[in-house]
């Protein structure tokens, strides 16, 4: 296999995803000597927290997704490649890409994680996850579809299972989704439609779990759960799925006729992990070191949602959210770019500050818990709109993004409510780098949280 | 096959196609006594003439599409269905779609123009046409892969074809992209890559007849060509393309190495058209009365791009722009609702405004025709700039629009920049009233100019 030349002089730093760890990790490089090598399997970072806002139509793609090549354009020891990864050789020190091969002095790897159906990858088909934007408006193209479909449907039980939504998993994804779903349905589409009252459209959150949003603190799970079962969503905690099928979900012994299921259960770390011969954690994340190496590879890190790590101070592992995988990018520049520059020498471990953690539930309706206070409601609403807009790249998509809410808030509107893509294209991709299948794969995950 | 119910009573209005035509026939029925059912394969209003800037990464899809249901939410008289045409039969008044027959009383066919690649239809593959925004985001991926794909290429011609980029035909739509795609490699991109330099690439505008944009003034044209080469751009009057194939385009006897080609030349009636029985013109459209009736059946109207008529004061064919299609859309729901309160009676000809023509060529250059008088250079652009604002549907799609278009115009930059779109998407679409395939189609195409 040809190799690929290095970016620059040594020593060469090869990073792999480019979401919130590996696109903080180049940032943090900027000044550092050394010649930086980031590959992406797509040409964007994707603002994963708003992109459940993509797939009920709030916001378009271009408002939640960067060009790589765009963030990094003036920072000058950094080349780009967009390119699947084929795999990786610890011992040689390279990776191998549809191209080629590059070597590296260090290797960084933040390619996230990918859904995880607890072995039942055939539920795929039927129940979509949300981590890219082709994932998206593929479920903006279903939920638009359902009332189409429902407008047309003359028996009522089918009609009803065109308008039942069932959301699986109560973390923030699920509970967000659950929200903008019901909004959809008493908000924004009733007047559109002659035949049938979307306001009697069911939405349905599922958790297997005793309360909602595991990872923040009870109050404000029981006040989400407040705020859902408000608005008409019905939650069911303690429920677990155990099958999906064309136009149903079991739920234990009980059959919900649903025809739309949006999967925000499991998530595993990408299937790069699987092929490195590394102990990983029972979600197929690696098991790092302290300094967020790869036991017996100085040289290799892992950082991310694709690292699993407890942290010291609260004996808690380190959740897989932005701020923690933008800290993990931050700390591995620092180790490197003091490498480089002082020669090596023993590494400070790596500290997570947590910021807290928030959820949006609805129109005036969030949770937040930052500094050890509980927040909810229009406050904690307004401060989880204003904590997002203000972590957007770039100027132009805060305003975009600001006006794009406020307008859906002042005329109760979805503005994005378009029913595209062709399922099979008329026009084919072109040969070329980038690999023309892809089925149940997560190479290069670029979203992390 | 099972009726679908009417929308109402009698007289039921039948329009097929949301389009310019459709949508304002549709409107112009607002406080008249009759039922409307309008059906579209989108479920959207295409914006057609902004379609190449989606194409270009200026603007999102959702900046110049609209929900037709949105559009007409507030019109009681109006049900609107999402459906593909199966077939029309003028005899028994009824129209054939997925879910079932539609009778009517009077049938608006507004199902626009489709790409024709004049009997060479392996052609399509490779060098897409621009109609619908499945089109526009195709265009656009191929379009920004091409410099990912240089940017990996080391062999220097394969490089070089990588970034060559060829548009056959010098209408509007050619032009408009071919200014577009230079705009892009020579302002927009430069800085984003260390390998390549896109200011080497070529754009290549190939166009049958003697002179740029055939519809409007000669001069204008001839200032178009002055703007694109001054622009960089490769104009090539009195071409014919007589072969496409990967990688390389044939003119003449001339093999042009080049990776992307669009296809901006052709245009014919949509297929419903040759399934009536009804004479057509040499472009496959229905050669309508005076009232923009079918001949034989005056309950039937042909309007937009699918009508074909010579318009009596100037002896010249009424064009294929979106001021046309409005205006038969108005005329025919005019037609139609006198007829329901005052009874049939002689019907007045249709006679068309014209309101003039203007395309834009790139920054700070157009050209215009209004009023029989012609512009070009800043002057033109500034009025191309202001008139399609104003024609957009909805204050926010307005602001946006303007201000995406003031962020790149100080900024240099495309913002939507993104390769989205999986060939082979790994969910499957629902079962459902949408077909799951389509070659070479264009049953109800809604972009009419």
């Not at 890219?132 to 479909?149: G, N, S």
């Not at 998530?267 to 302290?290: F, H, N």
């Amino acid at each position: 296999m040809s190799e690929i030349p290095p970016a620059g002089p040594p020593p060469r730093v090869l990073i792999v995803g480019g979401g919130f760890a590996g696109l903080n990790a180049a940032k943090g490089l900027a000044d550092a000597p050394v010649s930086v090598f980031l590959v992406d399997r797509h040409n964007y970072h994707l603002f994963q927290p708003l992109l459940y806002q993509v797939a009920t139509a709030v916001l378009s793609p271009a408002e939640i997704a960067t060009p790589i090549r765009h963030v990094l354009r003036d920072q000058q020891n950094v080349r780009i490649g967009l390119a699947e990864l084929n795999g990786i050789d610890l011992a040689r020190k390279t990776v191998s890409l549809p191209r080629g091969e590059i070597g590296y002095d260090y290797l960084i790897l933040a390619t996230g994680a990918t859904h995880s159906y607890f072995g039942q990858d055939q539920w795929e088909k039927l129940a979509p996850g949300l981590k890219t934007i082709d994932d998206a408006l593929e479920i903006r193209r279903r939920v638009l579809l359902a009332y189409e479909e429902a407008e047309w449907e003359e028996d009522v039980e089918s009609r009803q299972a065109k308008l039942t939504f069932v959301v699986i998993g109560g973390g923030p994804t699920g509970v967000e989704m659950a929200g903008a779903l019901k909004e959809i349905a008493a908000r924004s589409v009733p007047r559109d439609f002659r035949f049938i009252d979307t306001t009697t459209a069911r939405v349905i959150l599922i958790e297997a779990g005793r309360r909602l949003l595991g990872g923040m603190p009870e109050a404000l799970g029981r006040q989400a759960l407040r705020d859902l079962q408000d608005m008409g969503v019905q939650v069911r905690l303690g429920c677990r799925v155990t099958g999906i099928r064309p136009g149903e979900v079991l739920v234990a012994e009980e059959r919900l006729p649903a025809e739309n299921v949006i999967w925000a259960a499991g998530v595993r770390g990408s299937p790069v992990a699987r092929t490195l011969g590394v102990p990983l954690d029972d979600k197929g994340r690696v098991l790092v070191e302290a300094d967020l190496s790869v036991p017996g590879h100085p040289e290799v890190f892992v950082i991310g949602d694709l690292a699993s790590l407890i942290d010291p101070p609260s004996g808690q592992p380190i959740p897989g959210v932005a701020p923690a995988a933008i800290q993990m990018g931050q700390y591995v520049a620092r180790i490197i770019a003091g490498e480089a520059t002082a020669g090596k020498g023993p590494r400070p471990p790596f500290r997570y500050r947590d910021k807290g953690a928030m959820a949006t539930i609805g129109r005036n309706r969030a949770v937040a818990s930052v500094g050890g206070r509980n927040f909810s409601g229009a406050f904690a609403w307004l401060l989880w709109c204003a904590v997002h807009i203000w972590s957007l790249i770039g100027f132009r998509r805060r305003v975009f993004v600001m006006f794009s809410w406020l307008w859906s808030y002042l005329s109760f509107t979805k503005t994005a409510r378009l029913i595209t893509g062709n399922p099979q294209p008329r026009v084919k991709r072109p040969r070329g780098v980038i690999p023309t299948s892809r089925d149940n794969d997560a190479e290069q995950d670029d979203s992390p949280p």
